[in-house]
């Protein structure tokens, strides 16, 4: 079964930083790009960032480009999200979901961890 | 404030049909395809419609997407209790390079 666990969610002030991390298991994980994609409190989904396979290809929603990291390690099926100079607008649920084949326009989101939720406030 | 437009809520009564409208521009809609996820509260997203109108196994043809130029529909017949829900459309913006989601239909069956 496809399983995607993240965690590394919490309280941090205004231009802190924070390093989610998306533990993943029941496929070959070097297979696949991994997306970012968060949810503010009673709002939308947004596309946050994506990384291929390979890890050698990233992509950056605009509102984080410059801020916010990805990357993954394939020895231990795990992607991550380095997150700097947080501001209370990045509060949200953030959710790693793994792409059907690779990162473009014809392939959907085919599994969704449980979300973790970062909070930035003073 | 969402590229892909979508009506903040919907609501039907079991057994009805409703349609839920996604609207965007040429370089997203018009040009790409269209995905649809379903969250139910609490819950995260699944998808429900890919690549405008198929569906993954498990996902009943009461659900149906179609595409008309730069506008997208989710339609759902024979509504039911356990489709009240949140419903999401999404298309790749080549303008972007990235992924746009709809603002989210709260779907109400009365």
């Known amino acids: 079964e496809v399983q995607l666990l993240e965690s590394g969610g919490g309280l941090v002030q205004p231009g802190g930083s924070l390093r989610l991390s998306c533990a993943a298991s029941g496929f070959t994980f070097s297979s696949y790009a991994i997306n970012w994609v968060r949810q503010a409190p009673g709002k939308g989904l947004e596309w946050v960032s994506a990384i291929s396979g390979s890890g050698g290809s990233t992509y950056y929603a605009d509102s984080v480009k410059g801020r916010f990291t990805i990357s993954r390690d394939n020895s231990k099926n795990t992607l991550f999200l380095q997150m700097n100079t947080l501001r209370a607008e990045d509060t949200a649920v953030y959710y790693c979901?793994?792409?059907?084949?690779?990162?473009?326009?014809?392939?959907?989101?085919?599994?969704w961890g449980q979300g973790t939720l970062v909070t930035v406030s003073s | 404030q969402s590229v892909l437009t979508q009506p903040p809520s919907a609501s039907g009564t079991p057994g009805q049909r409703v349609t839920i409208s996604c609207s965007g521009s040429?370089?997203?809609?018009?040009?790409?395809?269209v995905f649809w996820y379903q969250q139910l509260p609490g819950t995260a997203p699944k998808l429900l419609i890919y690549r405008i109108y198929q569906r993954p196994s498990g996902v009943p043809d009461r659900f149906a997407g179609s595409k008309s130029g730069t506008s997208a529909s989710l339609a759902i017949s024979g509504l039911r209790s356990e489709d009240e829900a949140d419903y999401y459309c999404?298309?790749?913006?080549?303008?972007?390079?990235?992924?746009?989601f709809g603002g989210g239909t709260k779907l109400t069956v009365l």
């Open positions: 040429s370089s997203n809609i018009g040009n790409n395809y």
């Open positions: 979901a793994k792409d059907e084949y690779s990162f473009g326009p014809s392939y959907y989101f085919d599994c």
């Open positions: 999404a298309a790749w913006d080549d303008s972007l390079r990235g992924w746009l």
